[in-house]
Every structure is written in C-alpha cells, then in structure tokens.
C-alpha cells in the first residue's frame, strides 16, 4: 500500500524495546516507542502496519460507537455489565442528585444540566468504594500488597501500576460485569510482582484467573459502551 498515515508519536523511557501502535475511536492514530528509538526504525513500523490500520478505519466506518448520550427518561446507564433506566424526579427532599434505586438511575431534575458531571462522579465513588472492597480481598489471597489506589478518568487504559506500586483504575470500569472488574484489578495487582507483560506475567496472571482471555476479549468488545 502507498497511503502514509499520519499519526501521533509518543516516546516513553519506560517503554524498554516494543514499538506498538493504536487507533482510537476518532481516528487518530497513535504510535507509542522507547524513547531513543530511530525515527527511521518508527517510520518502517508504521509503513507494515498499513494494511491493519486500513482495515481498523473501514471497520470504525462500518460500526461507529455508540449514539451519543442525552441523558433523558428510559435512557439506559450500565453498573456492573447490567443496564438501568434513568428516571428523572422534582425532589426537593433527595439527597443525593443521582442515585441507583431499585433497578432504576433516579436523577434529581435540578441536576439535568449537569447531569454527566453528576454520573461521572456517582461512577468515581462507586468505583472507588468497589475497587477497595475487592483489592482487600485479593490483596490477602495473593500476598501483594499496593500503596493504595486510585480512581482517574483515563479513557486509554482501564488500569495502572506504578513503579512504587500505586494502583490506578479508571472509573469506567464499574460499568463491567463483576468478573471483567476483577480482571482489571488482578491484572494491576499481578505487576506488582512483575512489572511488564513478559510471558512470566501473563503465566503469572492466567494461573490466577484460568480464563482471563474471556474478560480481557469483553473489554476490547465492549470498550465503546463503556463511557459516558
């Protein structure tokens, strides 16, 4: 092929040998490399890569994301991998301006102008407070123990580990099914002991969680449903 795509470089001094190349759901196209890595070394990643970027475009054009979120009555909002209506409700006693009652999301009509803001935040919480129930858990089943966690709102990754290890995880991740959850922390929680995705990591993680691949494949399946 001759189509030369632009992309976005970003270099990384953490980033020891791989060169790896994303598209995202606007199109951009992302190239991420060790930080002394030849400009030219890039550039024939890039080029035998042409044919998979191609076919990720047409595939973007034949399945664009979801339709954009209004926030109006019967418009469903994802907790957990399951779907609840929103309800919106004129009153002036609720305390909270959103909350999940009953299998239906009731936001306070005051609130509707901020309504995502009021979602975001409603997600961070529940993330948080989930996220630190589990890490409990497997932090004792395990024997690794992080410095603490964090709830961000990263769209590009659902979770990170830092060298000291401090954990972080993106709120969106509260809307996957509980499995999908743990998966995303265990997987976090795994690099404290091994810090990159060698085949000692992922043997590591896989004799954790026999059949990771699956939630690992609902991620990538259902990453467009997962925002707000």
Not at 15 to 30: A, P, Y
Not at 117 to 126: L, M, P, R, S
Not at 165 to 192: K, T
Request: charged share 30%; aromatic share 12%.
């Amino acid at each position: 092929m001759n189509i030369h795509y632009r992309y976005q470089l970003i270099r990384s001094k953490k980033r020891r040998k791989t060169i790896s190349l994303r598209v995202k759901e606007d199109g951009r196209i992302i190239v991420y490399a060790p930080h002394h890595t030849p400009n030219r070394e890039i550039e024939k990643f890039v080029e035998r890569k042409q044919l998979w970027i191609s076919e990720k475009l047409s595939e973007q054009k034949r399945n664009p994301g979801p339709a954009e979120i209004k926030f109006l009555p019967g418009e469903e909002f994802l907790y957990l991998g399951e779907a609840f209506p929103l309800r919106i409700e004129d009153d002036p006693h609720q305390r909270h301006p959103l909350k999940l009652w009953f299998g239906e999301f009731i936001l306070n009509k005051t609130c509707i102008e901020k309504a995502r803001d009021v979602f975001i935040e409603w997600y961070k919480g529940e993330a948080k407070q989930k996220l630190s129930e589990r890490m409990d858990y497997y932090s004792n089943r395990l024997q690794l123990f992080p410095k603490g966690i964090k709830i961000t709102s990263a769209r590009s990754r659902w979770g990170s580990c830092s060298r000291n290890n401090q954990l972080c995880f993106s709120w969106r991740v509260i809307m996957a099914p509980l499995g999908v959850l743990d998966y995303v922390l265990i997987h976090e929680l795994a690099h404290i002991k091994e810090k990159n995705h060698s085949i000692r990591f992922w043997s590591y993680l896989e004799s954790i969680i026999p059949d990771y691949k699956k939630h690992r494949r609902w991620l990538k399946e259902h990453e467009k449903q997962l925002r707000l």
